[in-house]
């Protein structure tokens, strides 16, 4: 979708009387220049509305976060998933902790709220691993911390490899 159509979408949701928006897209800010029109459009619009986007820890820079904030994007939710760098980096991820942390520190500076998602069960993960991700998480105290189960989705690494080791017994989907 266009800036243009998204700020659009905004415009008529304002109209509506909603006040509140979660945008449901992997990595909002995927194509930066994308995400900086669409806030310069909400922001040059006069539109008010709270709203919270997905994103990655390494897409994340001051310049960003401070129009994401100045248009009225208040949270951000971020795929951590562990604290082992060792599991982060056979996720296939292309983060690293240090990102993270980073991460963080930009967007607490802009006072936005944090959502933090991490995983347990990744193939291979210790209970040295797990207590990093325990550990890492406490570092980074998120306002929303978020602890879920690795669902290995068809189609990816995960369950391809659960699938050829006999994890995943049968192929369900």
Partial sequence: RTAEQVVEEFRQIAELGITDVQVYDDTFT????????ICRGIIDSGIKVRWAIRDRANRVTPELYGLLKQAG??????????GSPRVLKASGKFLTKEQV????????????????????GFLDETVEDAEMTIEFAKQLNPDYPVFVGLIPYPGTAAYDR??????????FW
């Fill in 101 to 120: 942390v980073e991460a963080f520190k930009i967007t607490r500076e802009i006072d936005m709220t944090i959502m933090a998602y991490f995983m347990f």
């Fill in 162 to 171: 659960g699938r050829e080791r006999g994890i995943i017994p049968v192929d």
């Fill in 30 to 37: 995927w194509g930066s220049s994308r995400a900086m029109d």
């Fill in 73 to 82: 994007c208040d949270r951000v939710h971020f795929g951590v998933e562990t």
